[in-house]
């Protein structure tokens, strides 16, 4: 099988995780069970997926010269991620994510910090090696223009490019008509297409668009009809991290060149079995248990 090669344009950060049997509402103090602090940052969720599901991955972002930067690094390459284009930025702290797990799902502050530095120029950079990746994959924890220097330069060098939009931002026309793959949740998917019925979104663009819908799967059109790719039941720890596993295992499957409903099943019993360990990489699988889980 061909080894993929991946380069993920993105932002790397450490997490701060609280659990609570409660989520505060506003003005409200509720007493939490336990605090962890791990790496994640979507770009740096997706590559290590992405290296567990047994793709060659190229890190490509920036960190702090802090000590939240410096176990970001670690973390890289205990991970297999290649850190060769991760630059430390003198002066500026790490970003991070301030997480609250309670009520069986999670909710997010992400505070951006060194990953406002990987912008258009400092791709620009890399341009000669992104040349040689069979997937280049992006989200937008890093700055609106990156997102659309990335596209314009992925359709100048005929890379596909995968784009995340998350978090949930506006993006232009030109942008969806660059990228090969957009992969939105349904909230996601509402703000992208300004409000418009998302069967017609997926219509327009076929085998383009897949939109996530958590416990029910995946959908997309095919061209001739509208398909919904099942999710797989299990019982869930934590969900942080479950939408970038997703997005690793079909970027992992589509660099390697399977065909579109393989990928998406292939993506969807990666990212079931993510939420089943701690932490947005926690749980992340490595290739061998999720070909597993499909002899079952």
């Known amino acids: 099988m061909k080894k993929a090669k991946i380069a993920v344009i993105g ?17 409200e103090t509720v007493l939490g069970n336990s605090f962890k602090t791990v790496p994640g940052g979507k ?10 599901l047994g793709a060659e991955v190229y890190m490509i972002g920036c960190v702090g010269d802090d000590a ?13 991620v290649h850190t060769d284009y991760v630059e430390p ?11 609250i797990l309670a009520d069986g799902d999670n909710s997010i502050v992400v505070v951006k910090g060194a990953n406002d530095c990987t912008t258009p120029a400092y791709v620009e950079k890399t341009k000669s090696f992104l040349e040689t990746c069979d997937l280049i994959m992006i989200q937008q924890e890093v700055p609106e223009e990156t997102v659309a220097y990335t596209a314009s330069l992925c359709k100048e060098i005929g890379v596909p490019l ?12 030109e942008i969806i008509e660059q990228a090969a793959y957009i992969t939105p949740n349904e909230h996601e998917a509402a703000i992208l297409f300004d409000g418009a019925h998302l069967t017609d ?10 939109i996530t819908e958590g416990a029910l799967g995946v959908r997309y059109f095919d061209g001739e009809e509208e398909v919904l790719v099942p999710s797989y039941k299990v019982t869930a720890l934590d969900t942080t991290g479950a939408g970038d596993t997703f997005n690793a295992a ?23 079995l993510s939420v089943t360990g701690f932490g947005a990489q926690g749980g992340m ?9 499909f002899t079952r």
């Open 11 to 27: 932002s790397s950060s450490m997490d701060l995780v609280v659990t609570s049997s409660k989520r505060p509402g506003p003005g």
């Open 43 to 52: 770009g740096a969720n997706q590559a290590v997926a992405a290296a567990r």
């Open 68 to 80: 939240h930067g410096e176990e970001v690094m670690h973390n890289f390459k205990r991970n297999g």
């Open 89 to 99: 930025v003198t002066g500026v702290e790490t970003g991070t994510a301030h997480i």
């Open 162 to 173: 995968l784009l995340n939009p998350a978090p949930a931002r506006r993006i232009s026309k």
């Open 201 to 210: 979104a997926l219509q327009e663009y076929p085998n383009k668009v897949m």
């Open 250 to 272: 079909f970027g992992t499957a589509i660099a390697e060149g399977k065909q579109m409903n393989e990928c998406l099943r292939f993506a969807n019993r990666a990212a079931s």
């Open 285 to 293: 699988p490595y290739r061998n248990e999720v070909e597993r889980w």
